[in-house]
């Protein structure tokens, strides 16, 4: 897909609890995939952060977001950051 890069200028703070869950589904993963792909992040993380219950710092979202970006086109994940 499309390099990192071209979403490295996302705030990955700004990032809604909607667009974490249509991120997610859009690169094709369910939360207990993510969790064996990210190091030290539980199902139950992703879930509080798709539901507006918990954050995670900053270093998780971004690399959240780097596994499902790097799933993705560009454009979708401006399309989902932006209007979700």
Known sequence: MESSEDTADVDVDDVSPDAWRLLRTAAGYEQRTVEKEVDDLMQAHISMLENGSRGLSSA??????????????TEQVRALVTHF
């Open 60 to 73: 998780r979202r971004r690399a959240l977001f780097e596994l499902y970006s790097a799933e993705l086109t």
